[in-house]
Nanobody, 122 residues
Framework: QLVESGGGLVQPGGSLRLSCAASGSTFSSYAMGWFRQAPGKEREFVAT????????QYSSSVKGRFTISRDDAKNTMYLQMNALKPEDTAVYYC?????????????????WGQGTQVTVSS
């Protein structure tokens, strides 16, 4: 089971840190990722981190502003989001991959959280 937290309402330029806590299983051998879905749009890739934690990928829209990390001792993954923009508004989902290496494709992920809402607005 994956549970996201940390979402909320923030002003443009602000920051939030999302957490994804895993329970019931350990996912330390698998990549993990963040995806988001805005109203009326399809779900899109945000960031992924390999099982080792030393290989990350980001979408071009968030690169340089967001940082993905994981703490396998706590079975938790994070997404630090800085310099937030209104277009970052979406429901953010965390997911566990099928492979040790990260992927930008949602079909490479087996387990998904329920999502957490992030709203960027003044």
């Amino acid at each position: 089971q994956l549970v996201e937290s940390g979402g909320g309402l923030v002003q443009p330029g602000g920051s939030l840190r999302l957490s994804c806590a895993a329970s019931g299983s350990t996912f330390s051998s698998y990549a993990m990722g963040w995806f988001r879905q805005a109203p009326g749009k399809e779900r899109e890739f945000v960031a992924t981190i390999a099982w080792s934690g030393d290989d990350t990928q980001y979408s071009s829209s968030v690169k340089g502003r967001f940082t993905i990390s994981r703490d396998d001792a706590k079975n938790t993954m994070y997404l630090q989001m800085n310099a937030l923009k209104p277009e970052d508004t979406a429901v953010y989902y965390c997911a566990v991959g099928r492979w040790p290496g990260g992927s930008i494709a949602d079909y490479d992920y087996d387990y998904w959280g329920q999502g957490t809402q992030v709203t960027v607005s003044s």
